[in-house]
């Protein structure tokens, strides 16, 4: 009697779809921002235009985010920095103080953070690598700071996403 082959059970190797990898290397490019998510983008859309610039869009700024969200959750407390909020220290002190202001503001004003975010979020201003960690040390509510994090992030991607189909159209 003959061994069944225990890959032939799921169909033999399993391969990953495209908006699967594309989120991935955005993830990790998001936890360690050692390369440009924008880059791989531009690469993405440039020799694969079969791909749909909307998924790519979507799928970077989904897996970006959820690499930000590691570091909200950090500034948060998840990951304690004595260092960072000890009021003893000069720097702790000012720190500490501006941490409480800003908490007071977002608690004040919610669509004015929302507002701020949404920009940080589509032209990068304030960076976004700075506002998410801030964002997490003021406790701004993840339901101020998703829903315009998403839609500025999608809106930056689609945009890059859609420049490479367009420069090709013009000149190659």
Same mark, same amino acid.
């Given at each position: ?12 190797? %399993?391969?990953?779809?495209?908006? /699967?990898? /594309? ?10 921002? =050692?390369?440009? &998510?924008?880059?791989?983008? &531009?690469?993405? *859309?440039? !020799? ?11 799928? =970077? ?8 969200? %590691? ?6 407390? %998840? &990951? ?7 009021? +003893?220290?000069? @720097?702790?002190?000012?720190? !500490?103080g501006l941490v409480r202001q800003l908490e007071a503001?977002?608690?004040? +004003?919610?669509?004015?953070?929302a507002a701020v975010v949404l920009g940080s979020a ?6 976004? !690598? /700075?506002?998410?960690?801030? *964002? ?6 993840? +339901?101020?700071?998703?829903?315009? *994090?998403? @839609?500025? +992030?999608?809106?930056?991607?689609? /945009?890059?996403? %859609? *420049? ?6 013009l000149y190659l």
């Amino acid at each position: 009697m003959r061994t069944p082959d225990p890959g032939a059970h799921y169909g033999g190797s %399993v391969e990953l779809p495209w908006f /699967v990898w /594309v989120a991935g290397v955005s993830f990790l490019g998001s936890l360690a921002p =050692i390369f440009s &998510v924008e880059l791989y983008l &531009v690469g993405m *859309a440039f !020799t694969r235009p079969e791909l749909p610039w909307w998924g790519l869009a979507l799928s =970077i700024a989904c897996g970006q985010l959820a690499g930000k969200l %590691v570091h909200y959750a950090a500034a948060r407390g %998840v &990951v304690a920095l004595p260092w960072l909020r000890n009021p +003893r220290s000069a @720097l702790g002190a000012r720190i !500490t103080g501006l941490v409480r202001q800003l908490e007071a503001l977002s608690a004040q +004003r919610p669509w004015t953070c929302a507002a701020v975010v949404l920009g940080s979020a589509t032209v990068g201003l304030p960076p976004f !690598t /700075v506002l998410v960690p801030a *964002a997490g040390a003021i406790r701004l509510p993840l +339901r101020v700071l998703l829903p315009p *994090a998403v @839609l500025g +992030r999608t809106l930056r991607f689609a /945009v890059i996403a %859609v *420049a490479p189909g367009i420069f090709r159209d013009l000149y190659l």
